[in-house]
């Protein structure tokens, strides 16, 4: 499995952007997909996930309300819609695979998002 991120750039706070994670190599089936970011100086965290069977969507609570994930099984691609982005959304988001219970185990390589003030 195969992640290719991107759609990562720089915006104006209170601005847009989406991010793309496509999936090559098979179709997958397993259990979610997720995003993460690393701010500069900082550890990697959670952003938002998507269950791959029944669509089931979950935030972190400082993007709640602001970015929307969502899944195209047709594309094999993940989307992440930010908006109203503020600086503190500066990061490197990456993608995720979770094939089962056992975690995320499959990563992409990552997409810088600058957001200005």
């Known amino acids: 499995v195969q992640l290719q991120a991107s759609g990562g750039g720089l915006a104006q706070a209170g601005g847009s952007l989406r991010l793309s994670c496509v999936s090559s190599?098979?179709?997958?089936?397993?259990?979610?997909m997720a995003w993460f970011r690393q701010a500069p100086g900082k550890e990697r965290s959670f952003v938002a996930q998507?269950?791959?069977?029944?669509?089931?969507?979950f935030y972190a609570d400082s993007v709640k309300g602001r970015f929307t994930v969502s899944r195209d099984n047709a594309k094999n691609t993940m989307y992440l819609q930010m908006d109203n982005l503020s600086p503190g959304d500066t990061a490197v988001y990456y993608c995720?695979?979770?094939?089962?219970?056992?975690?995320?185990?499959?990563w992409g390589q990552g997409t810088l998002v600058t957001v200005s003030s």
């Open positions: 995720s695979y979770a094939p089962s219970d056992q975690g995320y185990l499959y």
């Open positions: 190599g098979r179709t997958l089936s397993g259990v979610s």
């Open positions: 998507i269950a791959l069977n029944r669509g089931t969507t």
